[in-house]
């Protein structure tokens, strides 16, 4: 399945600030900055209750994350750009429902996931006692591998994206105890270079 996807006329999300400012660099011209790390505090599945969650939970009224703003313009393709890091995997599972609340098929949205770029060897020490981190980004790879990855860009299988969709429901639901059990168990979807 070829799709070609001009990194001009997509609208672009991006998990961190360095991949914002790298996507814009090499041509992209509408870049939605999601980049909360919900892993630490809560989250609510209602999107303005989850916005007034956050926002009291970070005690600030600065916006790191536009997701739910009303400020975006959300025009397929869309094309989510992950890395490994958890942060990332959580805040792409909250995308990819989002997404869909607000009407986009799964055909719409082009998920790119990365692998870690390899650390050195010092960090791979550390690495080897921690099975994974919130350090991977997308802008550890070079402007040419994400050119070449839009360009091979195509969306994820109806199932992989509905199990995104339902990551983030168990993650959001009042009662933690089924995500923390898959969790235990293994969540296929966690780790994007794992459920393949």
Request: hydrophobic share 40%; glycine share 4%; charged share 25%.
């Amino acid at each position: 399945m070829s799709n070609i996807v001009d990194i001009g006329g997509a609208t672009h999300v991006a998990f961190d600030g360095l991949t914002t400012e790298q996507l814009l660099q090499i041509g992209a011209t509408n870049v939605v900055r999601a980049s909360d790390r919900l892993i630490i505090g809560p989250s609510r599945r209602d999107a303005p209750e989850h916005v007034r969650t956050r926002r009291a939970w970070w005690n600030s009224a600065e916006e790191w994350d536009k997701v739910y703003s009303s400020d975006v313009h959300w025009e397929s393709p869309i094309v989510l750009w992950v890395s490994a890091s958890l942060h990332e995997r959580v805040n792409l599972w909250r995308t990819c429902s989002w997404l869909r609340q607000v009407g986009f098929s799964h055909k719409d949205i082009f998920v790119l996931d990365f692998e870690p770029v390899p650390p050195s060897r010092a960090a791979s020490r550390e690495v080897l006692t921690r099975p994974f981190t919130c350090s991977e980004s997308v802008s550890h790879h070079p402007d040419e591998v994400l050119l070449a990855r839009i360009d091979r860009a195509c969306p994820w299988p109806r199932e992989r994206y509905d199990r995104a969709v339902s990551l983030w429901d168990s993650y959001v639901d009042e009662n933690p105890l089924p995500f923390v059990e898959s969790c235990v168990r293994g969540v296929e979807g966690f780790l994007g270079h794992r459920s393949r």
